[in-house]
């Protein structure tokens, strides 16, 4: 059998072939190179009065983590303009790497509200390369305690006011209340 006598060498009798292979490694369809994308915990609750303005939200590969991979952390529900400087976050997972944190930047207002629930959701690129798949946790639910009163707060504007009981004549006591709402 002949090849055309390239890339063949000759050691006595015996005839060796030098046979080049190019491998390389590719993205499978079902996106299982590049990952599964998850969240770290499927509930985060937290004070409008955080000490840096921001909700870390933590996001995991497993499953293989090659490519740089893209997702965005997108945040539902009625408000949420209200209380977040923007509705999605993108974030970027480097080769290798199993685990990021994309921080949500919350607004502390001062509108009276009860707890406030928001369903944030992990969305990942539909078209290009290095294409990660959802895993189990692609949503989350973020609750916002309350910190201001719904209600109001009703106080007194002093903490102590004096009335002697023997003063003649108007036996009346002048207190001023406060609402804060």
Do not use: Y
């Amino acid at each position: 059998m002949s090849l055309g006598g390239r890339n063949q060498r000759h050691i006595g009798s015996a005839c060796i072939w030098w046979v080049a292979l190019s491998l390389s490694q590719q993205c499978s369809s079902d996106g299982a190179t590049n990952g599964f994308l998850s969240f770290a915990t499927t509930s985060i609750t937290v004070s409008e009065k955080l000490p840096n303005g921001q909700v870390p939200i933590t996001v995991g590969r497993t499953g293989g983590t090659v490519g740089l991979v893209g997702f965005q952390v997108q945040i539902q529900g009625a408000g949420s303009q209200q209380d977040f400087l923007s509705n999605s976050k993108t974030g970027f997972l480097f080769d290798g790497q199993t685990q990021t944190t994309v921080n949500l930047d919350l607004i502390d207002d001062t509108s009276p509200e009860d707890d406030e629930r928001f369903i944030v959701v992990l969305v990942v690129p539909t078209t290009g390369n290095n294409l990660p798949q959802l895993g189990m946790n692609s949503s989350l639910t973020l609750t916002i305690l309350k910190n201001d009163d719904a209600n109001g707060v009703v106080s007194f504007a002093t903490d102590l006011i004096r009335v002697d009981e023997l003063q003649t004549g108007n036996n009346a006591a002048t207190f001023q209340l406060s609402m804060q709402i």
